[in-house]
């Protein structure tokens, strides 16, 4: 391979590297498995948890917050494990048994 061709494969490779992923299609959704808690549930809503950040290990050298949005089960209140893939949250948040309400994330009134 001379040097025009290694150019031109390189410029190909950069051109395809700032291409949008393709979209999902409704087809694509009908063929794919549900995510359902270990209870059961399949309806999940978005919380925030908060990490605090030790002055001695962050960036800047400044004690900082950081949030972490999580994804609750609305029927046990649990994090399902496939939403905790880095394994960062802790065994509060984690049920380890489905339904225990101790482990619960309290409702807010509506």
């Not at 040097?3 to 999902?24: C, D, F, H, T, Y």
């Not at 004690?63 to 209140?77: K, T, W, Y």
Request: charged share 25%.
């Amino acid at each position: 391979m001379d040097s025009k061709e290694l150019r031109a494969k390189s410029a190909v490779g950069a051109s395809n590297q700032g291409m949008q992923r393709p979209q999902i299609t409704p087809e694509m959704l009908r063929n794919s498995k549900n995510v359902i808690c270990e209870c059961g549930g399949m309806i999940f809503s978005e919380k925030l948890f908060f990490k605090k950040i030790s002055a001695l290990i962050s960036p800047d050298g400044r004690e900082q917050l950081a949030p972490m949005p999580i994804v609750v089960c609305e029927s046990c209140g649990k994090v399902p494990g496939v939403f905790d893939s880095s394994n960062v949250l802790p065994d509060e948040i984690k049920a380890k048994y489905p339904g225990d309400p101790s482990l619960r994330i309290p409702q807010q009134p509506e």
